[in-house]
Structures are given as C-alpha cells and as structure tokens.
C-alpha cells in the first residue's frame, strides 16, 4: 500500500505525485464547456500570460518535486479567452521555454491539445517579463497555477512592476491555485513599493492546510519550502477559503480559482469580464 501512496521517484531524480494522486486527482480529458459570445473582441491587444520557466520545486526535505503550471490550470482558462476573441502573448521570468506539469496533462481532450499547438511557438519561446516595459498591447493578465509559480515569480521585480501597473488601471487579473504568489512581487526590492498591491483584496488560493496534508497521500514528496496562503496574508490579501472546491472570485479587478478544479469555473467569470473591460475602454 505504501508505493501506492508514495510520490515517485523519476527518470531525472526528481519526484512524481504518488499513484494515488494521479488516479484521483488527474483526467484525460477537463471539464471545459464552452460558452456563447454573441460579439467577439476583434482588436489588437493581447491577454499577457506569465507562466513558469522552472519545474522543480526542492521540498522542506530536499526532495524535489516535478512541477511548472498545471496544463489545465493554464489551457482551460485560455479556451474561454480565445472563444471570446483574444490572442496571447507569453512570458516567463527569463524568457526560457514554458514548464508544464505534464503528468497532469488532459491527454484525450482535443481542445487542449488544440491550443496547445497554437500557442507551442510562444511557449518554447516566450519573452522575458524584463523585456515588456509596459502594458499597453494588453487587455489582461492571466497567471496560471501550478507548484512551479512559486519558484520564481515570487521574487520577480519585472513582474511586480507590470502587475502594479495593472493595479493603478484596474486591467483584468486573472489568476488561480498557486498563481496568487504572484502577487507578492508587486512590493519586492525594486519595484518602487513597500506594500503589495492587493492589500484589503480577497482572493482564491490553494491552502496551506492542503498543502500540508498532501504529502501524506504522495503528491508532494515532502511539505513546502514556504507557504503560499500564509505570506499573503502577511501582506494583507484576505484569502476566501478554507479548502478547495473549484470556487471562484472577483474582487475589483483580479479574478481568482482555487485550485485546478476551479479552472472552468475561472474561464467562465474572467472571460466576458476581460471582454467587457475591453469593450467598455475601447481597446
């Protein structure tokens, strides 16, 4: 029964979600269902989407664990987006190629995949967040989840200074699981702030007290370097829930999941809401 529960070890020397995990917690196809646009955005700007650039996440034991942004968390979202009209533009932190949890992979579903190979080019070849000074071509922001968010979007001062300026123009934030560590960055060394930007928001967010349990059920091969929920709070973002239920939330401009369930749920509030925003500033 132990191997069952076990993360595992892989190829690379780097740790796998246990048997169990997989079983109960992935599928070979998502729950996407699209929905109706009866006007589509027809204009130039892009939904920005940042992603992680590095999938391995050492754990509070060492071990390290095989992560990046959950393929559902990212391309479930980005099918509503696109059915509402929009293109993207990606990035990562230094403009290496995109990492994915590909154990997590949707593996049968034909939309996913669709994308997928849309949007392959950008992703094996996305900009760097240091390279984009400002957000004028875009008409949102989309930060998919994912372990792997946490390894160095957190620190990153590019980042920080784009979503502060997302912030003073209430341009969409759409963002869910893990992603929200995200916004730890608009107040790091170099971005000119000293508070983060989402002080007295609430938001979504993959909880601690999940991430401390999972370990136990081998998706995690050990517990967390650091805690997601807990230095956002530090900062003053309340986070809504107690565990995770695929809920969704918006506050002001940011638009949030809590976990990779809620990626249907996030691409059915955020993408009329982005349309919207668009719409209504002419974009």
């Known amino acids: 029964m132990g191997g069952l529960f076990s993360a595992k070890l892989n190829a690379e020397g780097n740790y796998d979600p246990s048997p169990f995990t997989l079983f109960m917690a992935t599928s070979s196809k998502t729950k996407y269902k699209a929905q109706e646009f009866p006007t589509k955005y027809t204009g ?33 979202p980005m099918l509503h987006m696109s059915d509402a009209g929009f293109k993207f ?13 590909m154990w997590a992979y949707p593996t049968k579903d034909a939309r996913v995949k669709g994308l997928h190979d849309e949007v392959r080019k950008m992703m094996e070849s996305p900009k760097k967040l240091a390279d984009i000074p400002n957000l004028d071509p875009y008409a949102a922001i989309f930060i998919p989840g994912g372990h792997g968010c946490m390894l160095n979007l957190p620190s990153n001062v590019a980042l920080g200074k784009l979503l502060n300026i997302a912030h003073a123009r209430a341009l969409p934030t759409v963002t869910l699981c893990h992603g929200p560590s995200a916004f730890l960055s608009t107040c790091v060394d170099g971005t000119g702030q000293s508070e983060c930007a989402y002080k007295g928001y609430k938001t979504m967010c ?28 530090a900062k003053g973002v309340q986070v809504l829930n107690k565990s995770e239920s695929g809920a969704v939330h ?4 940011l638009i949030t999941g809590d976990s990779p369930d ?14 919207k925003y668009a719409q209504d500033n002419r974009l």
């Open 44 to 76: 130039q700007k892009t939904i920005l989407v940042v992603c992680t650039d590095d999938g391995h996440l050492k754990m509070a034991n060492d071990k390290v664990f095989n992560t990046g942004n959950h393929p559902v968390e990212m391309f479930v």
């Open 89 to 101: 533009d990606i990035a990562t932190s230094s403009g290496k190629g995109v990492v994915l949890e």
């Open 206 to 233: 993959f909880t601690d007290k999940t991430d401390a349990f999972t370990p136990s059920i081998g998706y995690l091969p050990g517990h967390m370097p650091w805690k997601v929920q807990e230095c956002l709070e």
């Open 250 to 253: 918006q506050d002001r401009e």
């Open 262 to 275: 809620a990626a249907q749920n996030l691409g059915k509030l955020a993408a009329p809401l982005i349309l």
